[in-house]
């Protein structure tokens, strides 16, 4: 087999391409925050769309988010990869024992916040981005104003994000203990970069949701 193969194969190597993709995939989130913070101006999500349509007009923006959802489905793939690979680690070590004396509670809540995680991004692509890169809408800041006018939206995100905050903050406490960057001379580095993307990144998303819900009705009802 060749030597990549190989390597991305084993069990190291399976978790340095979890903690690579994961890496690469918040470094998205924060290209994403910066965009939509544009919602936020008093301008009837004129600066948005401009954006928008950028994004979705420029061609190496679009093979970047052709690159982006390949990351995306490497990321959830290799992460079941894992998981088959540890449950049956532990099946064949353990047999005796039961599950939940095996099985951390972090790894589970991980398992599960994954779980979650993915499908927020189901609804959240469905919502979002079927409108802007399949249909070809260009009023997507309408649709955004719009959509945080339903309550039930807004808990939801508000939900999730506490969901992606606890899956980021997990993911890079592993991914630093993986890659070896976990040393005591960059520790306090280490957790600034860390609290920098499983708290301030999600708490910006919240603060855009609320915000919109509170000030952006009369955007919704000027538009209609
Ligand atoms: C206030 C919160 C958010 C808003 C208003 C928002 C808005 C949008 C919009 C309008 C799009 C579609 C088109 C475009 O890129 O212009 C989009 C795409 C996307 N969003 Fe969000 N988003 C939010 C939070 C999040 C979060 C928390 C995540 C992940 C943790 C996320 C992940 C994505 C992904 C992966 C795409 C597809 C990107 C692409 O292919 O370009 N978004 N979002």
Redesign the pocket.
């Known amino acids: 087999m060749n030597p990549f193969f190989k390597f991305i194969n084993s069990s190291v190597g399976k978790k340095i391409l979890m903690s690579l993709t994961g890496m690469l995939l918040s470094i ?2 924060v290209e ?2 910066a ?2 913070l544009l ?1 936020l101006k008093n301008d009837s999500g004129e600066a948005f769309n401009a ?2 349509k950028f ?2 007009g420029n061609p190496i923006v679009r093979t970047m ?1 052709i690159g ?2 390949g990351i ?1 489905l490497l990321h959830i793939f290799n992460g079941i990869r894992l998981w088959l690979e540890n449950r049956g680690a532990r099946d064949k070590k353990y047999d005796s024992y039961q599950l939940s004396e095996n099985t951390t509670l972090q790894s589970r809540m991980m398992k599960l916040s994954a779980a979650l ?1 993915l499908w ?2 189901i609804v ?2 469905r919502t ?2 079927f ?3 399949i249909l070809g809408e260009h009023d ?1 800041a309408s ?2 104003y719009s959509t ?1 006018q339903q309550l039930w939206y807004v808990v939801f ?1 508000l939900g ?2 506490v969901v ?1 905050g606890f899956h980021l903050r997990h993911g890079f406490q592993s991914a630093f203990q993986t890659l070896g960057l976990r040393t005591k001379k960059y520790q306090s580095l280490i957790d600034f970069i860390a609290v920098l993307f499983w708290f301030v990144i ?1 708490a910006g ?2 603060f ?2 609320i915000f ?1 819900y509170l000030y952006k009705g009369n955007a919704v009802a000027l538009a209609q």
């Open positions: 998205f989130l994403h925050l965009g939509n919602l954006y928008a994004m979705g988010e982006l959802l995306i995680f927020f991004l959240h692509m979002f981005w409108h802007a890169r997507i649709l955004v945080f995100y999730s994000l992606v999600p998303f919240a855009i949701t919109i």
